[in-house]
């Protein structure tokens, strides 16, 4: 299956760069190109890529909004991966909010781009790298005081179990070993989570752990909830 991508970039060297890197792949055409978020908004609409790689700072509409516009327009059908920097851009907690599902550093390695954009295209939020889990924790940090206490409505004590290890950057599999359940199991536990909240990816999972106080930055062990 290949997967039809689309780049937004105002910086025109990294753009190039990162389209060409991405036409060597056989499983990767990129259908557009887009130098703002007024322009990504539309090549997207014209080309309803899988994948469309957003940059979070551009002028004249930024990336989160433009990633707002693409989701929203395709359904979801398009996946959002955006570009940061290292230096903790303010922006990240809103892009995983408006349902990007996840992001990629700029100096980025060919292995990492590869690598980002086939998880994201078929569905997965990219959260095991460090840098995301560091990301998601500072701002759900800088945000503590700011976001107002929830209560895990609906969850049974095991789902939301399982959206503190989902939040913690497990993958299923460990999931299962952790909890001494099945993959099975813990597939099903996390469609209830996802049905239940109206989660889109794993992203917006972890955006809700934090947002719920089930994993606070920097704590050693959550704390347990039930439902």
Request: glycine share 8%.
């Amino acid at each position: 299956m290949v997967i039809r991508a689309m780049v937004a970039d105002d910086q025109a060297v990294v753009r190039a760069g990162f389209v060409n890197l991405l036409a060597t792949q056989e499983d990767i055409e990129v259908v557009g190109e887009a130098e703002d978020g007024v322009a990504a908004v539309r090549v997207a609409a014209e080309q309803r890529p899988d994948l469309a790689l957003l940059d979070i700072r551009m002028p004249h509409r930024n990336g989160i909004e433009a990633a707002r516009e693409i989701l929203a327009a395709s359904d979801g059908r398009t996946k959002v991966l955006m570009l940061t920097t290292f230096d903790l851009d303010e922006y990240v907690y809103e892009a995983l909010a408006a349902g990007a599902s996840g992001f990629l550093l700029k100096d980025a390695t060919f292995p990492e781009l590869l690598h980002a954009v086939r998880v994201v295209a078929r569905g997965d939020a990219l959260l095991a790298p460090a840098i995301t889990r560091r990301l998601v924790g500072e701002f759900a940090r800088q945000r503590a005081g700011v976001l107002p206490p929830r209560p895990v409505e609906g969850l049974t004590a095991r789902e939301a179990e399982v959206l503190v290890l989902i939040a913690k950057g497990m993958s299923n599999a460990e999931i299962a070993v952790r909890l001494t359940i099945t993959d099975h199991t813990v597939k099903t536990h996390i469609n209830r989570l996802f049905a239940k909240r109206g989660l889109r990816d794993r992203a917006q999972a972890v955006i809700l752990a934090y947002e719920l106080g089930l994993v606070r930055p920097g704590a050693g062990c959550p704390p347990s909830a039930t439902g």
